[in-house]
């Protein structure tokens, strides 16, 4: 027989009843219409669930900061300066609030003090999706390649096109790797709003992921591929003629000095049509097929689709806004040429360098001038969405 | 994905470490620090692959609950007199998160190691998930408890309000001045290293004992990250500590931050988890247990004091000055006292403490009804409008204190406080170590050392100041802490929601009118300051004139 012992009452908390659950009592502000975030306009009819975690986090003096940033830089400046681009939203000129003593908080009487608040991501990321998401192309990425092994899928590559994946599909990783960290995580800290911010982390953890993706799909293949050096990636991006004008486009783009608006828009909207897409899509994509490959372009076309459909988004909606604005129009689209006048040669002198990567493989791609003027078409379509022109510097 | 493979994963990914050939990234954010660039090793050792697909079952789990606990009606078991403090609370908090996020890459540039870029970015889309799942936590509490009043205008609040200000150097702190000092030392060695137990896990075992089980299931999920973050600070501490030149900013930089975690972390948690609880058993910890245990053996001896063999010179009269202010001194207790007094001025309602409260505090901290229990007498006597004022404007033998221009928790210590003319200004300061980090460690020159990028302290500081004058009744409306009839107070120093028992603008507009204790200290002359300080000196404890002290 078993013996019970006497054992001593766990201290524990004991539940209490207490009612304080919605609607138990009626008092002021006990209402349905009290329930919700009340402090900022929502852009839309319908607050967002995006809008509420996001909105306002960052404070803004123009808004509700009674007693200023509190701490500053050595220079003076201080929080999130508007200064940090030389892009312009409506209201920026407008004098910041004065207090002092006897002042009173001054808090804004019309949501939002200036035209950069305005901007929501049309991805609407936050913390729920944007694990959602990546887990989900990880998930994916790591099925198509498992697939793949399982399938002895890379026995039909053709010696050529080995070389090709080593050098040139693995010295990609490195120009996503940088703009991630460097361009999209390294301007998290500038951005005027929290929106902007928060897109730029979300834009950074795609470019980190899928260059990780590409390094880890590079270590797969080197132990399915008999004699696949794992290294050639490195040694591509470190000297092979045909990438050391990206590599310097890339490199240029990180040395931008102060100003987050023309990194995200060099990266974004230049670089990444008339680079990124020329390379991923209209090289990669195109010429896997012909040389047995199935499955680099579900790796590659992974981070397409995340540029593609996400990126890009996100920054078309931050900047178009720019071009139309209600104080700063002509101010931003000059800008903006300025911008395309800069980078598009650049760009271009970089593509160029990198057309004797369309005659490696066995299996032709299209030919390197149709492939650029699909990159540079598409190019002039993201700049008509931004209410630009094509700069005369494209028909180089 | 199997250890062995994760392994050779992480040895894959940092093929990725970046050398500049051609151009060198633009440095945005400077530092006075000095690193030699070494290889180093990835502390974190995450891979992306992994990392999306494990956060995302957390947070399957995390939302799980949520639905579960509004499912389970939560809320008919919640303490009130808790969760009016998450009004305070969860105010602040997201921007501390989404600050730690931005920080980031002002260690990209101050540390010159590509190795250990690839942990902080992750710590980056950590911290983004912590300030946006804790913004949603809130919203589910604006959503489900009885009284969203302060939840449903949180930011407004928060950036109009004192305490929020005082929580805000949880923020600026990480992402201003300069990079090292404030990403690394401030936010990684002393915040995240030491002062998150206590946000994370002291907080969250209360909030349990009082009917919520929603906020340590989303914190506790944050804790979780956290680790990795403690990794990264250590990898930079140890590299920073390898160059001489850098001992004198890291000895400066760990004083400063230490004192102004104690000052801000424990005023507001302590606070919380001692002020804010219907949980008074006996064998529960109380905050100066949990501080002993957390802060003071698992961070200063078993962290910090290893650090030593390695040239870091510790503060140790400052960690064991804070256990004085925590033990014999009633710092939480000032504090909370404080809060209350100025009830108020905030956006959520102070529950009095009953006579199990009072039985409680006497049985942790002997000696805490002599000083504190006769105030909190008062206060209960003063919580429903009955002719007379809030609690502020009566007497009840409490001085109105100064605020620390500093850290800006009021000089509650009253013998501990000290003046200084600094910038041109008469400024008091909770304390001498409050005094050394305006006056001293925030400015371009220390100890004879030129240091370009030190960050500075400005903004009002003193909050009184921009309503000297003011009539309370129009403060309260111009900071937007009044309900939707137009005239009921957010606040309220009790939690009995009949509107006939809660005060109004109404009851406001008799009060005398505010006063900036330091615009007066300015007018002062040279002799009646010094009789004021000699004054101020003698007060206390718990806020006591100088002549009423025995
Ligand atoms: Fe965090
Ligand atoms: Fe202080």
């Known amino acids: 027989m078993t013996s019970t012992e006497e054992r001593p009452e766990r201290s524990v908390p004991k539940p209490v009843f207490t009612d304080a659950e919605a609607g138990a009592k009626e008092f002021p502000d006990s209402g349905p219409g009290a329930r919700r975030y009340n402090y900022f306009k929502p852009a839309k009819r319908k607050q967002t669930h995006y809008e509420d975690v996001t909105v306002e986090v960052q404070p803004d003096p123009r808004h509700y900061l009674t007693q200023g940033w509190i701490y500053g830089f050595a220079d003076g400046s201080r929080g999130y300066p508007l200064t940090w681009t030389k892009l312009k939203a409506w209201g920026v000129d407008d004098p910041e609030p004065e207090r002092g003593p006897g002042s009173g908080g001054k808090p804004i009487e019309n949501w939002p003090a200036h035209g950069w608040h305005e901007f929501r991501d049309p991805n609407e990321e936050w913390e729920l999706t944007m694990y959602r998401n990546n887990a989900n192309v990880v998930r994916q990425v790591t099925q198509n390649v498992e697939n793949a092994r399982n399938a002895k899928a890379f026995e039909q590559w053709t010696q050529n096109w080995v070389r090709f994946v080593e050098r040139n599909v693995g010295a990609w990783m490195h120009i996503e790797h940088v703009l991630g960290l460097y361009v999209f995580a390294g301007c998290n800290r500038s951005g005027p709003t929290n929106m902007h911010n928060t897109a730029m982390v979300v834009n950074s953890e795609h470019k980190i992921r899928f260059a990780q993706d590409l390094a880890l799909y590079n270590l797969t293949l080197s132990e399915e591929i008999e004699g696949f050096d794992g290294s050639a990636h490195t040694a591509a991006w470190n000297s092979d003629a045909e990438w050391q004008g990206v590599r310097k486009v890339v490199e240029e783009i990180t040395a931008i000095e102060d100003d987050w608006g023309e990194m995200i828009f060099a990266t974004n909207i230049v670089f990444e049509p008339l680079l990124g897409e020329l390379f991923r899509s209209n090289l990669v994509m195109q010429s896997a097929a012909g040389n047995g490959d199935y499955v680099t372009p579900t790796v590659m076309g992974a981070g397409e689709y995340d540029f593609a459909q996400r990126d890009l988004r996100w920054t078309v909606a931050a900047f178009a806004p720019l071009t139309q604005d209600r104080e700063f129009a002509d101010h931003n689209k000059q800008l903006f040429d300025s911008w395309t006048a800069k980078w598009v040669p650049k760009c271009l002198e970089a593509a160029r360098t990198m057309q004797p990567l369309w005659s490696q493989p066995d299996a032709k791609p299209p030919r390197f001038e149709d492939s650029l003027d699909r990159a540079k078409s598409r190019f002039a379509g993201i700049l008509s969405d931004l209410g630009l022109e094509p700069p005369k510097e494209l028909n180089q | 994905m199997s250890r062995q493979s994760l392994a050779k994963a992480h040895q894959k990914i940092q093929e990725l470490s970046w050398e500049p050939q051609y151009h060198e990234p633009y440095m945005k954010y400077g530092t006075d620090y000095t690193f030699r660039k070494a290889a180093k090793k990835d502390p974190l050792k995450q891979v992306l692959r992994s990392y999306f697909p494990m956060q995302e079952e957390k947070d399957n789990r995390v939302y799980g609950a ?249 503060p140790h009269d400052l960690v064991e000055e804070s256990w004085n202010q925590i033990w014999n001194k009633g710092y939480v207790h000032e504090v909370a006292q404080f809060f209350a007094t100025g009830w108020l001025a905030n956006y959520w309602r102070i529950d009095g403490m009953t006579d199990e409260d009072f039985e409680w505090f006497e049985y942790k901290y002997p000696g805490w009804y002599d000083k504190y229990g006769k105030w909190w007498e008062n206060y209960n006597r003063l919580a429903k409008p009955n002719g007379h004022h809030p609690i502020v404007a009566e007497d009840v033998d409490y001085v109105y204190p100064h605020r620390c221009w500093t850290c800006m928790v009021p000089c509650l210590v009253r013998e501990d406080m000290v003046v200084d003319k600094v910038d041109g200004q008469w400024r008091t300061y909770c304390h001498e170590a409050c005094r050394w980090t305006d006056a001293e460690a925030f400015r371009p020159t220390y100890q004879g050392r030129e240091t370009p990028n030190m960050g500075k302290l400005v903004g009002h500081r003193e909050w009184e100041t921009l309503y000297h004058g003011w009539n309370w009744a129009d403060v309260v409306s111009d900071m937007g802490f009044v309900r939707d009839d137009g005239k009921t107070m957010t606040a309220q120093p009790h939690l009995d929601l009949d509107p006939k028992k809660m005060w109004t603008l109404d009851h406001l507009r008799r009060m005398p009118h505010v006063a900036s204790p330091n615009v007066i200290l300015n007018e002062m002359s040279d002799a009646d300051r010094e009789a004021f300080v000699a004054d101020y000196n003698r007060q206390g404890p718990a806020g006591r004139p100088a002549d009423a002290t025995s």
């Open chain 2, 66 to 314: 949520s639905d579960g606990a509004i499912r389970g009606n939560m809320f008919r078991q919640v303490q009130e007199r808790w969760l009016e403090w998450q009004k305070l609370f969860l105010s602040i908090i997201p921007l501390p998160e989404i600050s730690a996020a931005r920080s980031m890459p002002m260690l990209f540039q101050a540390v010159p190691n590509p190795e250990l870029h690839n942990g902080q970015a992750i710590q980056m889309i950590d911290e983004v998930r912590h300030s946006t799942i804790q913004q949603n936590l809130k919203r589910l509490y604006m959503n489900n408890y009885i009284d969203p009043a302060g939840f449903n205008n949180t930011l407004r609040n928060f950036h109009s309000d004192y305490c929020g200000t005082i929580g805000r150097q949880f923020a600026e702190g990480f992402i201003t001045g300069d990079a090292i000092t404030a990403a690394s030392i401030y936010l990684t060695i002393v915040a995240e290293t030491a002062f998150t137990n206590t946000l994370f896990v002291a907080m969250p075992a209360e909030a349990a004992a009082n009917g919520d089980y929603l906020l340590p299931t989303v914190f506790h999920s944050v804790q979780s990250d956290e680790s990795r973050h403690i990794s990264n600070g250590y990898a930079t501490l140890l590299m920073a500590l390898s160059d001489e030149d850098n001992r004198q900013l890291l000895e400066r930089d760990l004083r400063y931050a230490w004192w102004n975690n104690h000052r801000v972390v424990d005023a507001a948690i302590g606070t919380f988890i001692e002020y804010g609880t219907k949980d008074r058993r006996k064998d529960r910890e109380s905050y100066a247990e949990m501080w002993r245990r957390w802060i003071y053996d698992d961070y200063y001896r078993a962290y910090l004091l290893p650090l030593e063999k390695y040239g870091l010179v510790i």
